[in-house]
Nanobody, 120 residues
Framework: QVQVMESGGGLVQAGGSLRLSCTAS????????VGWFREAPGYLREGVSC????????YYVDSVKGRFTISRDNDKNTLYLQMNNLKPEDTAMYYC?????????????WGQGTQVTVSS
């Protein structure tokens, strides 16, 4: 059974930083693309960033380029998202995704989500 679990969300002021973490079990973590998606009220879920199994190729949605950094530690089956210079428009539920496509358009497995709220 695949289990995906996020942590690290919270409330932060604009310009602040947060680091999201995600652990996944029940699948060959080091063989799959993993990533982060987000869903804000009234909006469709969008791919924020995805990273290939080796970490050699990454995808970022344009709105977070230069502010967010995705990384993974295959020895720990853990995925990270460092979010800097947060903006109110980054407010959303953030979902960890395991076994995603490289275009970061979807995934087979999802976590429950962690809320990120950025106040102005």
């Amino acid at each position: 059974q695949v289990q995906v679990m996020e942590s690290g969300g919270g409330l932060v002021q604009a310009g602040g930083s947060l680091r999201l973490s995600c652990t996944a079990s029940g699948l060959p973590f080091d063989d799959v693309v993993v990533g982060w998606f987000r869903e804000a009220p009234g909006y469709l879920r969008e791919g924020v960033s995805c990273i290939t199994s080796s970490g050699g190729v990454t995808y970022y949605v344009d709105s977070v380029k230069g502010r967010f950094t995705i990384s993974r530690d295959n020895d720990k089956n853990t995925l990270y998202l460092q979010m800097n210079n947060l903006k109110p428009e980054d407010t959303a539920m953030y979902y960890c995704a395991a076994d995603s496509d490289e275009a970061c358009s979807g995934s087979r497995h999802w976590g429950q989500g962690t809320q990120v709220t950025v106040s102005s």
